[in-house]
């Protein structure tokens, strides 16, 4: 590392800082706190990482250090660069001692990088040669807006099982030209039309009681759009087409949510490859995958948004987790699809069998376990399209579960072979909110009790800018009962009940509280930041 007097500037990252705390023994380190984060790429390359503990003092706007007696660099903690480790701007992971955070209340540590070079002008014989003291000093002078992203608290400890708050969204359309304002990181009401949903979530989750609760946000799908001028001026390569997206959406408004949303989880659909992707059977039996398909999931992996170790295999994008009392499983429905010609259609699977046997255990597994239960995909499991339901065919044409027949059908056989009841899914794709509840029973009445109860509840997008890309609730096959085989060879039936509809642009806020999930979608016209206690909720669902 480069000695102090060498350190002369320091600045924020790019992105949120994104942290676990992994548990250790004392011999081996003791607990170490992962983080993720970006460089700056106009800053170029760091000599250190600093850690500054502090407060945030919000009246005066700004994070004054612990101890105002104590010179800065005698309270930071440095972690030296010992190797370039990656294009400034990309994904970047450290661990550091849990140790070094603060245990004082409102406090924790300054996530800085320190410079060799100088960032201001200066007068020789008027200004001293800055140093590593001047440094922190004039990153501190930055306020709590533009530091509030580097701010890493103590994960708090997990709440009494049975309660939790969590907000699903999806589709983030890239602003065009005149869509952004300035300033919607501190007021909404700045906000262009891209920028609105994310403004009233940032909003929500820093002002409001109940989005303080918030602890985890799901993104199903479409965090970029690779493909956003439908192929007339898309970038022509991959580094413009997907790096760069990603990169300007974590550099947004998304970068000012509170550390109390501790967890953010990204389920990658088609508009990170390109619109509808699927791979094509060619004549000789290989598929093609199509010209960007390796390039975005690469882009994809590279930022996904977890600073720490990931169960499972490296490279899917499928994994479970449990999270404040609930289990997840985070489902890849786009990247493993089988090419569907009409003569495979009836066979074709939309996820591979090693995901439908990591889904298969996780239900066990969380069945046994007693806690609510949630699958994310980007793709809608229920309803079916009404094409679909009037035409076997015409699932040649659906994007969602229902175009793949035979694994919408292995999913529900499995809910039913395990009695899997009040499983919860939850999608993003079609740029429409509701929900419906749906059973399955066998069709010739036989086992009733065997009766099992599923919900699907689908987030609108964040930013759905053109109407023709938005699917017409008349679309939907709700209500409906279709029949199909189930896995021990008898014929089940599938009931599902009237769409419930809730269109135009938001996000989706859940309250899991032991059997009771409440369900509200936020909306421009009824925004959820607005006011001192929620409103009435769109939906209340009995999980029993």
């Not at 919607?184 to 002002?207: K, M, Y």
């Not at 609510?372 to 659906?398: D, I, K, Q």
Request: proline share 8%.
């Amino acid at each position: 590392m480069a000695r102090l007097h060498e350190l002369r500037s320091a600045a924020p990252p790019l992105h949120r800082v994104e942290r676990v705390i992994e548990r250790q023994a004392q011999e081996e380190g003791g607990d170490q706190l992962r983080v993720l984060t970006a460089l700056r790429p106009e800053l170029g390359w760091p000599r250190a990482w600093a850690w500054l503990p502090v407060r945030e003092d919000a009246k005066a706007g700004r994070y004054v250090p612990l101890d105002p007696l104590k010179p800065l660099s005698q309270q930071v903690q440095l972690q030296p660069f010992e190797s370039q480790p990656g294009e400034p701007g990309a994904a970047l992971r450290s661990s550091l001692p849990a140790r070094w955070l603060p245990a004082e209340a409102g406090s924790g540590l300054l996530c800085l990088f320190v410079y060799a070079d100088e960032r201001e002008q200066r007068v020789e014989g008027l200004h001293e040669t800055p140093d590593l003291e001047t440094a922190l000093r004039s990153a501190l002078a930055a306020g709590l807006v533009a530091l509030r992203h580097a701010f890493v608290t103590r994960p708090a400890e997990a709440p009494e099982e049975g309660k939790l708050s969590f907000v699903l969204a999806a589709c983030q359309f890239p602003p065009g030209l005149l869509d952004t304002l300035q300033g919607a990181e501190i007021d909404p009401r700045r906000a262009g039309p891209a920028d609105a949903s994310l403004a009233r979530l940032l909003a929500f989750t820093r002002g409001h009681p109940a989005g303080a609760a918030v602890s985890l946000l799901l993104l199903a799908g479409d965090q970029i759009y690779g493909d956003a001028s439908g192929g007339v001026a898309d970038a022509a390569n991959s580094v413009d087409r997907y790096a760069m997206p990603y990169r300007a959406f974590k550099a947004g408004l998304v970068r000012h949510l509170p550390s109390t949303l501790e967890r953010i989880v990204h389920a990658p659909d088609d508009h990170e490859i390109i619109d509808n992707w699927e791979p094509k059977l060619l004549a000789d039996g290989r598929w093609d995958r199509g010209p960007w398909a390796e390039e975005a999931l690469a882009a994809a992996w590279a930022a996904r948004w977890e600073p720490g170790a990931r169960a499972g295999l490296f490279e899917r994008f499928w994994h479970p987790f449990d999270w404040r009392g609930a289990s997840f499983f985070i489902g890849d429905s786009r990247t493993e699809r089988e090419p569907r010609p009409l003569a495979r259609l009836l066979r074709a699977q939309m996820i591979s069998s090693a995901q439908r046997a990591a889904f298969a255990a996780w239900l066990a597994h969380s069945s046994a376990a007693g806690r609510p239960r949630f699958v994310l995909t980007g793709s809608m499991l229920l309803p079916r399209r009404l094409a679909t339901a009037e035409h076997a065919a015409s699932a040649l044409h659906s994007d969602a579960w229902d175009g793949y027949p035979a694994s919408l059908h292995w999913l529900l056989g499995e809910l039913w072979r395990q009695r899997a009841s009040n499983v919860v899914f939850l999608s993003g794709d079609e740029h429409r909110s509701g929900f419906i509840s749906a059973s399955i029973r066998r069709a010739d009445g036989a086992e009733p009790e065997r009766a099992v109860q599923l919900h699907s509840i689908h987030s609108s997008a964040l930013y759905a800018p053109w109407p023709f890309a938005v699917t017409p609730a008349e679309a939907l096959a709700a209500p409906e009962a279709f029949d199909f085989p189930g896995p021990e060879g008898q014929v089940l039936r599938c009931t599902v009940s009237a769409w419930h509809d809730c269109p135009g642009d938001g996000f989706a806020l859940l309250q899991a509280e032991g059997a009771t999930l409440r369900l509200w979608f936020d909306r421009a016209e009824r925004p959820l930041h607005e006011g001192a206690v929620l409103p009435a909720a769109d939906a209340v669902l009995d999980l029993s």
